[in-house]
């Protein structure tokens, strides 16, 4: 997880380059296109170009985002790595090219949500009509988006493509009787799906244990990620043989997270009032959510990222100790966990400063980006040889 960031004067030359490399292709494409310049108005070239040209381009083009990235130099600058990068030392927020961070607002607002590149953009209501970051105060008085999460880079929640990129990640850890359950839907939904597994597989006579690490929003109404490990014993297939919750709010054990009793209404749903019973708390304290009196921005989104880090670990754990999982203290396993999570501990089993666990968060914040951009030319690279 070491991070090397480029220096200001640097960032800021890669990122001219990018804008004069971007005023020539919209350039080209308005000499190309002349119908298409809906927005040019009495302005001349050169304003236009400054002012609505990619605007148009996003209106007039079928999947804009990706015709970009057709050009190398844009596709590397786009999906450049952090190291190539400067942030700034107040916000934390990377720093673009106009053109760049319109290309991301616009790619936003008003192409398909597969083009929503994850957490380089502002809410379409933030925008100015160019695709600009819109200054706060021109926020309608008495809207919601006057609350300042989401305009800036570490305030951002996820999106889809975290998503699918965390599930995709988590899915490929199933092997023989692991198997880890990363989709859409809640809790409840998984833990239907384990019991009506483990019912099928009681009809092979399959005797061993069965190990099903979950990660899913916790309800409906509480939509907060958790994970859990269900220990199943194919026998008895209506109830648990061992349920361990992990959930990421910043706390001490043996405290339970404010949402509990989410937790453990979804259990008894399926499994009856009895599974409370049973219930362990190993959660790890990585997340700092608002409570009264804090600024909305210094609410941490990351927890898609906690509750990742939390499922692999349980998998790799299950995968090489079994025995630990099944029948071992939840202060041993918790502290197990801390091996496979190094990106939140140190090689002495601490938990590192929030210093620490942000910088580590950013880098999977632009690395999201980046895979996105990587999904994306390859996919336009298999179009064009087929």
Known sequence: ????????????????????????????????????????????????????????????????????????????????????????????????????????????????????????????????????????????????????SGNHFTSRPANAHVFDENSKQSLAKSEGNLQVMFQRGFLVDRLQDIKHLTASIAHTNETSLQFFVICSRHSIKEGHF??????????????????????????????????????????????????????????????????????????DWDCPYYALSMTLALADLTKTNPELMAKESTIAIHDAMKTFMRDYYGSNKQIKDRAGIKKANKLKRWNSGRLVFKTFTHEIGSSMHT
């Open 1 to 148: 997880m070491r991070q090397r960031y480029c220096n200001k004067e640097i960032a800021e030359a890669k990122n001219v380059r990018f804008e004069k490399k971007m005023y020539r292709l919209l350039r080209t494409w308005v000499k190309n296109n002349p119908d298409k310049a809906l927005l040019q108005f009495d302005q001349s070239l050169d304003e236009y170009l400054a002012n609505n040209a990619l605007r148009d381009y996003f209106l007039c083009t079928e999947t804009p985002l990706r015709k970009l990235l057709l050009n190398r130099f844009v596709a590397d600058h786009l999906g450049r790595t952090i190291t190539k990068v400067y942030f700034d030392q107040v916000t934390g927020d990377p720093v673009f090219s106009p053109s760049e961070q319109r290309l991301y607002n616009l790619a936003r607002r008003m192409s398909c949500e597969k083009m929503h590149i994850p957490f380089r953009s502002i809410h379409p209501l933030k925008q100015t009509e160019a695709g600009d970051n819109a200054d706060i105060e021109t926020y309608p008085l008495e809207s919601e988006v006057r609350y300042n």
């Open 226 to 299: 958790g994970t859990s490990l269900v220990i199943m014993d194919p026998k008895k297939p209506d109830f648990p043989q061992r349920v361990l919750i992990c959930d990421t709010l910043l706390k001490e054990l043996p405290q339970h997270p404010r949402w509990w009793n989410h937790f453990i209404a979804e259990y008894t749903h399926v499994f009856g009032d009895g599974v409370a019973e049973i219930i362990e708390d190993i959660s790890h304290p990585l997340q700092k959510v608002n409570v009264k009196g804090d600024d909305p921005y210094n609410h």
